[in-house]
Nanobody
């Protein structure tokens, strides 16, 4: 049973930084693509970033490019999202997700497993 557990959310002021972690267990993740998505109140869940576990290929949403960095620690089966220069519009619940395919996909419903989410609140 694949499990994804996010941590690291919190409240920061604009311009601050947070580092989210996603601990994965119960699967063979070497062939997976791991994604971060976020959902703000009243909005649809949107793509933030993804990484292909084996070779580390990454993609970012335009809204976070240059500010967020996705990475992984293979030995710990953990994916990270380093978020710098945070803005109030980054406020959302952030979700970690796993896609068993090898494709770099940005659509939430194409992901197979999801974590419970972690709240990020950025004040102005």
């Amino acid at each position: 049973q694949v499990q994804l557990v996010e941590s690291g959310g919190g409240a920061v002021q604009a311009g601050g930084s947070l580092r989210l972690s996603c601990a994965a267990s119960g699967g063979t993740f070497s062939s997976y693509v791991m994604g971060w998505f976020r959902q703000a109140p009243g909005k649809e869940r949107e793509f933030v970033a993804l990484i292909r576990w084996t070779i580390g290929s990454t993609l970012y949403a335009d809204a976070v490019k240059g500010r967020f960095t996705i990475s992984r620690d293979n030995a710990k089966n953990t994916v990270f999202l380093q978020m710098n220069s945070l803005k109030p519009e980054d406020t959302a619940v952030y979700y970690c997700a796993a896609d068993r395919s090898m494709y770099l996909r940005r659509t939430a419903d194409q992901y197979d497993y999801w974590g419970q989410g972690t709240q990020v609140t950025v004040s102005s």
